[in-house]
Structures are given as C-alpha cells and as structure tokens.
C-alpha cells in the first residue's frame, strides 16, 4: 500500500502529503483510475515512464536548479488564462527535457483538476495531452506502409487531442527528416494551438532557429513569438539513478 499512497501528483498540493490516503482515495481514482494506468492522467497518453513526476520530485531539478526556479513560477500561472508557452530545448540528448514537459503535465492536470473542484465545478477529464512526435512518425510510416486504415484513424485522433488539449506537450519538435505529408500533420497541429494561442511546451535538440526550416515562416514567427526558450545544459544524464 504505501506505494499507492505515494505515486498520486496529488500529494504535493496537499499538507499531509496523503498519508491517510488509500487506493480507494476518489481522487486518486478521479486523476489515474483504481488501477493506477488511467484517469486523467491516463487521458493524456503520458508514457508509464513518465508518469508520477512532478516538479517537486523531478530527478532534474537539482541539475537545472536555475531553470526550475522558471518553472515553479510557470506552474503557478496555469489556473490563470494567460499561460505562456515554452521551448526546451539542448544540444545532447538526456538532459531531462522530456522529464520537465512530463512533471508540467502531471501540475497541469493536478491544478486543473483542483481548481474546479474549488469552484464547485465538475473536473474535465480531457485537459492536457503529451504528443511524442517521433513515435507519431513511426506510428504513421508503419500506418502508411501497410495501409492501415484503423491506425491512420487513431493516429487523427492524437492530432484532434493535440489540437484540441488545453495543455500539450509536444515532445520532440523538428528532430527527425520527415516526409512532406507528416510534416504538414504536424504543422496542422501547431498551427492551431498558436492561431488559438494555445499552451504548449515543445521539447527539442535543436535551437529555436532551426525550426525555420521545418515551418514555414509564418508559423516560425508565431512560435517564436509565443514561447519562452529555456536552454538545459549540460551532458546526458540516462541511466543516472
Ligand atoms: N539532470 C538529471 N538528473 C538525473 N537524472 C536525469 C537528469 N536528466 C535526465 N535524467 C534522467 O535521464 C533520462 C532521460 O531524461 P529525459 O528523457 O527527460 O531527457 P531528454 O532531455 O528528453 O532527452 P532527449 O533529448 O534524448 O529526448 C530519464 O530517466 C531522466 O530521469
Ligand atoms: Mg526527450
């Protein structure tokens, strides 16, 4: 049991850190389902590895204190209506972008889902959604190949998600060559949440720069324009434990 007392984001939002709290805990139920896999959370597709981080307990915090002091405060405005979007980006892979992106989901959820309850509202069930863009790829040129008409159908799902999320991830932006027809999925998608001024926290290896030629300008400008961009320094950390 004391697993499942601590693997809900709840606990950081809470004085007793639910320690009184069991499996059955509605909340718990309420953001990752009795078998801990679903949710809210599970509505957002966050990858098993991913899940459970937040930023209080992010393993990165302590290598990029100076970033997280920018993203406590980022956290801090998500129950309000202005909320930025963010690039994060490094030249080596493993600095714990995707580990951050992750942690802002778990808050994004975890506020949202409060917050309503704060106003006597009923939570959503659909408030953020994290899009891995290179497992997208592989899941569309395997769709492709073999003319797979229910994969096709739930990778248009993904997109609508992605689209539609009031929060997104979009982890892995512009890494890989991409044929011409992914390209535009992908711009579709970032196309809709800038125009709509949407939150997104893009992941990436590369510097803001470069996804000039990924996009066309326009949207570069408007991602340019709406995103913080916050370098993470250093070496990989994979396999630190
Ligand atoms: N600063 C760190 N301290 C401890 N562990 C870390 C740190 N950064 C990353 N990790 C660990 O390394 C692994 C990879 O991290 P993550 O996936 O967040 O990296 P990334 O920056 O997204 O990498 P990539 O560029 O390859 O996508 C994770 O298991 C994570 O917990
Ligand atoms: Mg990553």
């Given amino acids: 049991m004391t697993e499942d007392k601590t693997d809900c984001i709840?606990?950081?939002?809470?004085r007793d850190k639910c320690e009184h709290c069991t499996k059955l805990c509605p909340h718990r139920i309420a953001l990752h389902g009795l078998d801990g896999k679903s949710g809210r959370i599970g509505n957002t597709d966050l990858p098993a590895d991913y899940r459970g981080i937040t930023l209080?307990?992010?393993?990165?915090?302590?290598?990029?204190?100076?970033?997280?002091?920018?993203?406590?405060?980022?956290?801090?405005?998500?129950?309000?209506?202005?909320?930025?979007?963010?690039?994060?980006?490094?030249?080596s892979p493993g600095t714990g972008k995707t580990t951050t992106a992750a942690a802002f989901i778990s808050e994004w959820v975890a506020r949202d889902y409060l917050g309503a309850l704060k106003a006597g509202e009923q939570p959503r069930q659909f408030s953020a959604y994290f899009l891995d863009i290179n497992e997208l790829q592989t899941q569309y040129n395997l769709a492709t190949m073999t003319d797979d008409n229910d994969a096709m159908?739930?990778?248009g799902t993904k997109i609508k998600r992605t689209q539609d999320a009031p929060f997104a991830v979009v982890d892995d932006v512009g890494?890989?060559?991409?044929?011409?027809?992914?390209?535009?999925?992908?711009?579709?998608?970032?196309?809709?949440?800038?125009?709509?001024a949407m939150p997104t926290v893009f992941t990436s290896n590369l510097p803001i720069e470069e996804m000039s030629d990924v996009f066309t300008q326009r949207l570069y400008d408007r991602i340019r324009d709406q995103c913080g961009v916050i370098h993470f320094a250093g070496t990989s950390k994979r396999g630190r434990r």
């Fill in 56 to 91: 209080a307990n992010s393993p990165v915090r302590t290598d990029q204190a100076e970033n997280y002091v920018l993203f406590d405060k980022y956290a801090q405005t998500f129950n309000r209506g202005d909320v930025k979007s963010l690039y994060l980006w490094s030249e």
């Fill in 10 to 14: 709840l606990r950081d939002f809470r």
């Fill in 175 to 196: 890494t890989r060559s991409s044929t011409e027809a992914f390209t535009s999925y992908v711009h579709a998608i970032i196309n809709h949440r800038t125009s709509n």
């Fill in 153 to 155: 159908k739930r990778i």
